[in-house]
T-cell receptor, first 111, second 116 residues
């Protein structure tokens, strides 16, 4: 049973436009959420996180939104750049348990 | 080199052989993790460790053994490799926390393992 779901395996966006990556979760006890970016032949790298006490966290071009009632979070990238092309993983955790990852969404930013 | 390193980067082995994947971190992070990445499955946790000599099973532990005699090393052993263990394996670490999910995890570059 998947606790963290990324229902879009892939997404294509034009350079300069907004990229929106979505993530849904089923465990209402999750209290910490992260996004990781992964390039081919490299390990995932941390991008941005949000605690369940917040509904938004911003870092430069990246903003994560959390809607606890809908058990949904999203990552917005504005403006999108070709270097943002990668696989993005959503992850979540609750107290005393390791991170649970989604299956990932492959973002392609087209110049 | 500072950070988290995995070795080897690539490994080909045969069914039934024992193989050990190495993971070394220089940050003195308390927590270390092993994941496997497979198409259609994302990242799945195999084992994790909260400190030296403390290990716990993750989502897919069968067929794997771990040990952690020193804080900086967390080797993963496939005692008798099977074709289904062909995958990309990632090691990660995170700083001390009361909970293993509360802190950011830092990943190694991965080991691509093929079992023939």
């Amino acid at each position: 049973d998947q606790q963290v779901k990324q229902n879009s395996p892939s997404l294509s966006v034009q350079e300069g436009r907004i990229s929106i990556l979505n993530c849904d979760y089923t465990n209402s006890m999750f209290d910490y959420f992260l996004w990781y970016k992964k390039y081919p032949a490299e390990g995932p790298t941390f991008l941005i996180s949000i605690s369940s006490i917040k509904d938004k966290n911003e870092d430069g071009r990246f903003t994560v939104f959390l809607n606890k009632s809908a058990k949904h979070l999203s990552l917005h990238i504005v403006p999108s750049q070709p270097g943002d092309s990668a696989v993005y993983f959503c992850a979540a955790s609750e107290r005393n348990t390791p991170l649970v990852f989604g299956k990932g969404t492959r973002l392609s930013v087209i110049a | 080199d500072a950070g988290i390193t995995q070795s080897p980067r690539y490994k080909i082995t045969e069914t039934g052989r024992q193989v050990t994947l190495m993971c070394h971190q220089t940050w003195s992070h308390s927590y270390m993790f092993w994941y496997r990445q497979d198409l259609g499955h994302g990242l799945r946790l195999i084992y994790y460790s909260a400190a030296a000599d403390i290990t716990d099973k993750g989502e897919v532990p069968d067929g794997y053994v771990v040990s952690r005699s020193k804080t900086e090393n967390f080797p993963l052993t496939l005692e008798s490799a099977t074709r289904s263990q062909t995958s990309v394996y990632f090691c990660a670490s995170s700083p001390h926390s009361r909970t293993p999910g509360g802190n950011i995890q830092y990943f190694g570059a991965g080991t691509r393992l093929s079992v023939l």
